[in-house]
């Protein structure tokens, strides 16, 4: 059974900064591309950024250069950096797993809140 365990979410000002964190049980190398989605309220849930086991990201155009994903293969954690966080940042993050057989792993997610 695949575990994913997000957490590191809160409420922060705008401009300011939050490390978001994703526990995987089992090797993060045992999955074709780990990732970082997030849903706000009454959208559809959409991708921010991934990462493939070969490290090739794919980030989202609203996040490019505010947000970085990079990942611990020794703790097999990967991590979301994010920064210059706007209100429209606003959602519940989930991180993902892609397995290589089509399997898709989802963490319960994480609340990310920017607020004044």
């Known amino acids: 059974q695949v575990q994913l365990v997000e957490s590191g979410g809160g409420l922060v000002q705008p401009g300011g900064s939050l490390r978001l964190s994703c526990a995987v049980s089992?090797?993060?190398?045992?999955?074709?591309?780990m990732g970082w989605y997030r849903q706000a309220p009454g959208k559809q849930r959409e991708l921010v950024v991934d990462i493939s086991s070969g490290g090739s990201t794919n980030y989202a155009d609203s996040v490019k250069g505010r947000f970085t994903i990079s990942r611990d293969n020794a703790k097999n954690t990967v991590y979301l950096q994010m920064n210059s966080l706007k209100p429209e940042d606003t959602a519940v993050y989930y991180c993902n797993a892609k397995g290589f057989s089509a399997n898709n792993y989802w963490g319960e997610g994480t609340q990310v809140t920017v607020s004044s």
């Open positions: 089992g090797s993060i190398f045992s999955f074709k591309a």
